[in-house]
């Protein structure tokens, strides 16, 4: 039943990714995606990842929790930033050409935003699929409720990610991909039991607190403000926050 919550959470992620594929060419619905997946992120640091990875280098490193943190924040951050310089774009400022050249940039801006995106979101969903897992083997109900918290932020996360992205296939894979990734925290957690120390799953959850911030501040926010009717991506936002606050009363 526990693997089962882990593979059932990625479905979230696929109705996401359908929604976003279905509404790809309307940039209204992507600004609302954008508005989303800024809303969702913000929270979901403040309300659980930070608070979360928090507690466990503080009952690994006592006192020094808050600087392992920092630093591990730091260390995604900066990752992250190094694999942008792989990935191509363009810069916002690009976006004063001439309206063909709007589109395309702002196009490949958004592939490069859901390349990242996916790169962090599959390293939290891995650690989430750890939790998950443990969860649900001590705790069913538990387990049950935990599930369908994650599962409501995983729909925007899944929206914004596949509206971004380019081709058909590139969606499919990426889907997949994603839809499997907590899964895979899943098996992970049954092959190593309780034996993960501590001190590593909350190294690995600052690591991904860097890259959501990285995402947030350096990707997400300037679409917002670049965008033409920042209306939508306003209600994007409180609709995100929205979801991450009905989802954690939830769990």
């Known amino acids: ?87 191509p774009h363009h810069e916002h400022e690009a976006h004063h050409h001439h309206h063909h050249s709007d589109d395309k940039c702002h196009n490949e801006h958004l592939q490069h935003v859901g390349i990242l995106a996916s790169i962090a979101v599959i390293i939290h969903n891995i650690i989430e699929g750890m939790t998950l897992y443990v969860t649900s083997l001590s705790d069913t109900k538990s387990g049950m409720l935990l599930m369908l918290a994650i599962g409501l932020h995983n729909i925007p996360l899944g929206i914004i990610i596949s509206s971004t992205l380019q081709s058909k296939k590139e969606v499919i894979i990426n889907s997949i991909v994603l839809s499997l990734s907590t899964f895979v925290g899943g098996i992970i957690a049954l092959l190593i039991s309780s034996s993960l120390p501590v001190l590593v799953e909350g190294l690995l959850l600052s690591i991904t607190v860097g890259m959501i911030i990285y995402i947030v501040f350096d990707e997400l926010l300037p679409q917002v403000i670049h965008s033409e009717d920042k209306k939508h991506s306003i209600l994007g936002i409180i609709i995100g926050i929205i979801i991450l606050l009905i989802s954690t009363l939830l769990g």
Do not use: H, Q, W
């Open 1 to 87: 039943m526990s693997l089962l919550f882990t593979l059932l959470v990625g479905l979230f992620i696929l109705l996401g990714s359908i929604l976003g594929n279905f509404f790809r060419k309307n940039k209204k619905f992507i600004d609302l995606a954008v508005g989303l997946a800024v809303g969702v992120m913000v929270l979901l640091l403040i309300l659980d990842i930070v608070p979360e990875s928090y507690e466990l280098l503080s009952d690994s490193c006592n006192r020094l929790g808050i600087v392992v943190l920092l630093l591990g924040t730091i260390v995604g951050f900066i990752l992250l930033k190094l694999l942008d310089r792989f990935v």
